[in-house]
């Protein structure tokens, strides 16, 4: 069964690089979206972005300062936000998307679906 | 960007009562949407896919029904471990998006 970590630091500086890394368990890397989702405190969740073999999505609102990328080797996820703020203070959860098919001029082409499998999220912390 | 909308926000119910659970999409998503219920200090957890595919182990008291833009999560007989809040997500577009989320007290 699959299980996701995630780790880094709990506390990051304003203007600084928020870095974290997820650990996959068991369960295939390959054929699946990997995720990271945030929540600040007492609100809602908030799409980051995801990774896949065949590129990157990102939330529209955080594109210029957001990368993820996979090491497929080291069965590792990691997540990059540049010049961060308090507004970034938030719970962040790694988390596995199931790979759904579309059929596009004859092509079978993949994309992300549901969330199946989470992380138990770290709290990051953004302040001086 | 698809934008998703719960309601209600808050809701109090009791043992066995029925709860229902509204999300709106600001556009057409098909079917394209799941459900998720996040106790408090935990990770969510998935309940239903494609609108209305119940996800393994969920009990069945649990459903979910709707298409295009309107969709509804139902508890037919509200049981104490089900408070915590209830999220809606689209999948029908690249970026992913959640509805805001419901609380729901029992």
């Known amino acids: 069964q699959v299980q996701l970590r995630e780790s880094g630091p709990g506390l990051v500086k304003p203007s600084e690089t928020l870095s974290l890394t997820c650990s996959v368990s068991g369960g295939s890397i390959n054929d699946y979206y990997w995720t990271w989702i945030r929540q600040p405190p007492g609100k809602g969740l908030d799409f980051i972005g995801h990774?896949?073999?065949?590129?990157?999505t990102y939330n529209p609102s955080l594109q210029s300062r957001v990368s993820i990328s996979m090491d497929t080797s080291k069965r590792q996820f990691s997540l990059k936000l540049t010049s961060v703020t308090a507004g970034d203070t938030a719970v962040y959860f790694c988390?596995?998307?199931?790979?759904?098919?579309?059929?596009?001029?004859?092509?079978?082409?993949?994309?992300?679906?549901?969330?199946?499998?989470w992380g138990q999220g770290t709290l990051v912390i953004v302040s001086s | 960007d698809v934008q998703m909308t719960q309601s209600p926000a808050s809701l109090s119910a009791s043992v066995g009562d029925r709860v229902t659970i509204s999300c709106q999409a600001s556009q057409d998503i098909t079917n394209f949407l799941s459900w998720y219920h996040q106790k408090p200090g935990k990770a969510p957890k998935l309940l239903i896919y494609?609108?209305?595919t119940l996800a393994t182990g969920v009990p069945s008291r649990f459903s979910g029904s709707g298409s295009k833009t309107d969709f509804t999560l139902t508890i037919s007989s509200l049981r104490p471990e089900d408070l915590g809040t209830y999220y809606c997500?689209?999948?029908?577009?690249?970026?992913?998006?959640f509805g805001g989320g419901t609380r729901v007290e029992v």
């Open positions: 990774v896949h073999s065949t590129g990157t």
């Open positions: 988390a596995r998307v199931i790979e759904g098919h579309i059929t596009l001029f004859g092509s079978l082409i993949p994309r992300a679906t549901w969330i199946d499998t």
């Open positions: 494609g609108a209305s």
């Open positions: 997500q689209q999948y029908d577009h690249l970026s992913l998006t």
